[in-house]
C-alpha cells in the first residue's frame, strides 16, 4: 500500500505550484500527467551521504514507512504514483514494492504496454539474470532510445546513483541491464 508522508506531499505541491500543466492535470483528474510532472519535479535532487537525504528518506517511506538507505528507484516511482493518486483521487494498478522485479511480476499483466509506450510509462530493467532491477519513467520514445526520469542514478551508473536525473537509454538495454517491459501507471 502507497502512504505518502504530508511532508513529501507539501514538497511536490511547492514544486508545482506555478507549473501550468500540473495544475490542469490535478482539475482535469489527469493521473498520468501529473505522476510524470512529480517526477520531473525531482530532478536534480542529489544525495547527501549513500541513498540518503531528507528528500530520499521521504521518498523511501511511502511503501513500508522506513527510510533505511535502500535503493530508491522504485520508492520514487511509488510515490510519484501516491501524489497523483492523492491530488487526483484516481488509484494506479501498479503493485505496492519497493522491488522493481516484484512490482513487474504482480502488476496486473492488463497494465502492462503492449507495444511503444506512452510518456510516462514506468519502464523496468533487470541487471543481468539476477533479481536486481531498475525502474524509471519514460518520457519520450524513439527509435531504439529513450529518454527517462530515474532515482537512485547519476552520470557514471545504471543503477546505484547519487540522485534523481534524466537520462538517454537504449530501449532494450544498457549494459547488462535489459528491459523487462512497461507498465502503465493509470
Known amino acids: 500500500m502507497r502512504n505518502i508522508e504530508k511532508k513529501l506531499v507539501e514538497w511536490l505541491d511547492k514544486k508545482l505550484a506555478t507549473n501550468g500543466l500540473a495544475q490542469k492535470s490535478i482539475e482535469d483528474k489527469d493521473a498520468r500527467t501529473l505522476f510524470r510532472l512529480a517526477a520531473e519535479a525531482c530532478v536534480g535532487e542529489k544525495e547527501i551521504t549513500h541513498n540518503k537525504s531528507p528528500l530520499i528518506e521521504l521518498l523511501q517511506k511511502t511503501v513500508d514507512g522506513s527510510a533505511d538507505r535502500e535503493p530508491y528507484c522504485m520508492c520514487a516511482v511509488q510515490s510519484w504514483l501516491a501524489y497523483a493518486e492523492k491530488k487526483t483521487g484516481i488509484k494506479s494498478p501498479i503493485f505496492a514494492s519497493e522491488h522493481c522485479l516484484t512490482v513487474w511480476a504482480?502488476?496486473?499483466?492488463?497494465?502492462?504496454?503492449?507495444?511503444?509506450?506512452?510518456?510516462?510509462?514506468?519502464?523496468?530493467?533487470?541487471?543481468?539474470?539476477?533479481s536486481a532491477g531498475h525502474t524509471g519513467v519514460m518520457l519520450s520514445y524513439e527509435n531504439k532510445t529513450m529518454n527517462t526520469c530515474e532515482a537512485n542514478t547519476g552520470s557514471q551508473s545504471m543503477r546505484e546513483g547519487d540522485g534523481i536525473f534524466y537520462r538517454t537509454r537504449s530501449t532494450t538495454a544498457t549494459g547488462r541491464m535489459k528491459v523487462v517491459g512497461y507498465l502503465k501507471p493509470f
Open 106 to 130: 504482480k502488476t496486473p499483466k492488463s497494465s502492462r504496454v503492449k507495444k511503444i509506450p506512452a510518456q510516462g510509462a514506468i519502464v523496468i530493467w533487470q541487471h543481468g539474470t539476477s
